[in-house]
């Protein structure tokens, strides 16, 4: 393996506990400093986000270790929608049921991901029309 693959692995098992651990009321820093997490308000919505950049990141990783390549241009801002959602979707139900406009934000990125998932769809039968 070489080093840059190496690293890689190392970067791609950091963030991904990185981005589980406010499941469990926690979260872990660089470079190994782990805090109790207050998830209320708007900070929910900030370690969201940063859960499912995390996630996006060892996905692409994840994929570029197995030599496999963004079918289009719409990918990576469907996968992050994505996890946007599944993160978003938790967290709320855990931590912060009641607040109606975080529902909204999540139905419109929701509509976002079914848009996204179709235009990725249509780009890349674009980009592979004329392989057969």
């Given at each position: ?27 872990l820093y660089l470079p190994f400093e782990v805090e109790e997490l207050d998830l209320s308000g708007v900070y929910l ?88």
């Open positions: 393996m070489r080093i840059v693959q190496a690293v890689l692995v190392i970067l791609m098992i950091w963030l991904m506990v990185a981005s589980f651990l406010p499941i469990v009321g926690w979260s919505r900030l370690v969201t986000i940063k859960s499912a950049a995390f996630m996006t990141m060892v996905y692409f990783i994840y994929n570029y270790l197995r030599h496999r390549r963004p079918l289009s241009s719409v990918a990576p801002l469907l996968v992050f929608s994505n996890f946007v959602v599944g993160f978003g979707v938790y967290y709320m139900i855990r931590y912060d049921p009641s607040v109606m406009v975080n529902w909204l934000v999540l139905a419109f990125l929701i509509i976002l991901s079914v848009m996204l998932f179709f235009e990725n769809e249509k780009e890349s039968r674009t980009i592979f029309k004329d392989d057969w």
